[in-house]
T-cell receptor
Framework: DAGVIQSPRHEVTEMGQEVTLRCKPI?????LFWYRQTMMRGLELLIY????????DSGMPEDRFSAKMPNASFSTLKIQPSEPRDSAVYFC????????????FGSGTQLSVL | GQSLEQPSEVTAVEGAIVQINCTYQ??????LSWYQQHDGGAPTFLSY??LDGLEETGRFSSFLSRSDSYGYLLLQELQMKDSASYFC???????????WGAGTKLIIKP
C-alpha cells in the first residue's frame, strides 16, 4: 500500500492567492482528517470526514478555509485568500472504523505564504 | 476544558532508558496513543492503550492508569535514531477524534 498521499510537498505562494492542498487516503479507510502543525500551536485538527461526509469542521480557522471530499479516494483543503499566518505544515491522515487505533499520516504539505 | 500535559524536552544517553509521561484531562476516554515524529517528517503511530497496564512493542512500551489519568512511553536501549518528538493523544469520544499533547522533544547524546 502506498500510504496516504499528499500533494504538493511544498507550496510557496503570495498573500491573497488561492492554495489547494490534495490528499489521497489509504484505500478502505473511511475516516479522513486534515491537521495543521505549527511550532506555536502544535497539531490542530481542522476538519474530518467519515464516509466522505464532513463531521466536524469546528477547527477550521475562518471562512477562508474550505475542505471537500468528493469521493472516498480524494480530498482537498482550499485556502482563499491565503495569508502569511496560514504558513504551516498541513497533514492529511486516515484510518478505518474499528480495527486498531492507528492513524496514518501523509508526508504533509509545507505551505509558505509570503 | 480538555488538555494533555507532557514535558517539552527530555535528554538521555544512547543505550539508556527514558520515560516520557503524559497526564490528561478529558471529558471522556477511549484510549491513549503515542506517536513519533522526526524533524521534517510526519507523525507515525507507536502504541495504543485502551485498558490499564503495559503494552510492549520491541524496545518501546506504553503504560496507562485510567484512575490516575496518566500514561507513559518507555524507550529502552536508546539509539540515536530515536531522537524525535513524541506525542501522546487521547481519544475522548467514540468518533475517533484525537486530542493531542504538545509533544516531547527527545534529545539523545552519544
Amino acid at each position: 500500500d502506498a500510504g496516504v498521499i499528499q500533494s504538493p510537498r511544498h507550496e510557496v505562494t503570495e498573500m491573497g492567492q488561492e492554495v489547494t492542498l490534495r490528499c489521497k487516503p489509504i484505500s478502505g479507510h473511511d475516516y479522513l482528517f486534515w491537521y495543521r502543525q505549527t511550532m506555536m500551536r502544535g497539531l490542530e485538527l481542522l476538519i474530518y470526514f467519515n464516509n466522505n461526509v464532513p463531521i466536524d469542521d469546528s477547527g477550521m480557522p475562518e471562512d477562508r478555509f474550505s475542505a471537500k471530499m468528493p469521493n472516498a479516494s480524494f480530498s482537498t483543503l482550499k485556502i482563499q485568500p491565503s495569508e502569511p499566518r496560514d504558513s504551516a505544515v498541513y497533514f492529511c491522515a486516515s484510518r478505518r472504523t474499528g480495527g486498531d487505533e492507528k492513524l496514518f499520516f501523509g508526508s504533509g504539505t509545507q505551505l509558505s505564504v509570503l | 476544558g480538555q488538555s494533555l500535559e507532557q514535558p517539552s524536552e527530555v535528554t538521555a544517553v544512547e543505550g539508556a532508558i527514558v520515560q516520557i509521561n503524559c497526564t490528561y484531562q478529558t471529558s471522556g476516554f477511549y484510549g491513549l496513543s503515542w506517536y513519533q515524529q522526526h524533524d521534517g517528517g510526519a507523525p507515525t503511530f507507536l502504541s495504543y492503550n485502551g485498558l490499564d497496564g503495559l503494552e510492549e512493542t520491541g524496545r518501546f512500551s506504553s503504560f496507562l492508569s485510567r484512575s490516575d489519568s496518566y500514561g507513559y512511553l518507555l524507550l529502552q536501549e536508546l539509539q540515536m535514531k530515536d531522537s524525535a518528538s513524541y506525542f501522546c493523544a487521547v481519544r475522548g469520544r467514540s468518533n475517533y477524534q484525537l486530542i493531542w499533547g504538545a509533544g516531547t522533544k527527545l534529545i539523545i547524546k552519544p
